[in-house]
């Protein structure tokens, strides 16, 4: 167990609304990373962090952003949610400090777009 | 765009046979490969990391690295029911983050 929450665990929203999702870590890990994963699509990176205030894009950042200003917390914001956003979305953390090391997960935010 | 590519299946074995999962990848420079098992509605979960070229045994599990070639697989000795789920394969390059391939549903049959 690598002590990542993620909250909320399901959410049904719609159109155009601000949604942001938490990802919150007890052990101080250096990096963490928002994915999104969809049938037919896999794991696809969004954004990543690596550090206080320190983040970087991924595969899919069009429409979203993301914040971190503490170690423990990594935020994922869809400005204004798009049906397209449905998916499942993991986040996820390096447990050595090492970009290239093993990743674990979170249990996942379920997310629906109406 | 690095690229990690896996049968998506379904590999179907029968229980007790052994299931050879296979992975590809397109970055000749890549340095870390892991396997991660994934449970339908649940998170990914590691199985195995291996970074050096031959074999690498974890019980049931034995993961294979041929850099030459760019392949890694998974090898599921003695399969259980329990193994079923989705297998994702993934890959990283130097000071980037780790690429995941779609993933093989695997199916062992009782």
């Known amino acids: 167990d690598a002590g990542i929450t993620q909250s909320p665990r399901h959410k049904v929203t719609e159109t155009g609304t601000p949604v942001t999702l938490r990802c919150h870590q007890t052990?101080?890990?250096?990096?963490m990373y928002w994915y999104r994963q969809d049938p037919g699509h896999g794991l696809r990176l969004i954004h990543y962090?690596?550090?206080?205030?320190?983040?970087d894009k991924g595969e899919v950042s069009d429409g979203y952003s993301v914040s971190r200003s503490k170690t423990e917390d990594f935020l994922l914001t869809l400005e204004s949610a798009t049906s397209s956003q449905t998916s499942v979305y993991f986040c996820?953390?390096?447990?050595?400090?090492?970009?290239?090391?093993?990743?674990?997960f979170g249990p996942g935010t379920r997310l629906t777009v109406l | 765009q690095k690229e990690v590519e896996q049968n998506s299946g379904p590999l179907s074995v029968p229980e007790g046979a052994i299931a050879s999962l296979n992975c590809t990848y397109s970055?000749?420079?890549?340095?870390?490969f892991f396997w991660y098992r994934q449970y339908s509605g649940k998170s990914p979960e590691l199985i195995m990391s291996?970074?050096?070229?031959g074999d690498k045994e974890d019980g049931r599990f034995t993961a294979q690295l041929n850099k030459a070639s760019q392949y890694v697989s998974l090898l599921i000795r003695d399969s259980q029911p329990s193994d079923s789920a989705t297998y994702l394969c993934?890959?990283?390059?130097?000071?980037?983050?780790?690429?995941f391939g779609k993933g093989t549903r695997l199916s062992v049959i009782a």
């Open positions: 996820a953390i390096s447990e050595s400090g090492q970009i290239t090391d093993t990743q674990y």
């Open positions: 052990e101080n890990h250096r990096y």
């Open positions: 962090s690596y550090g206080v205030k320190d983040t």
């Open positions: 970055d000749r420079g890549s340095q870390s």
């Open positions: 291996i970074y050096s070229n």
């Open positions: 993934a890959v990283n390059e130097g000071n980037t983050p780790l690429v």
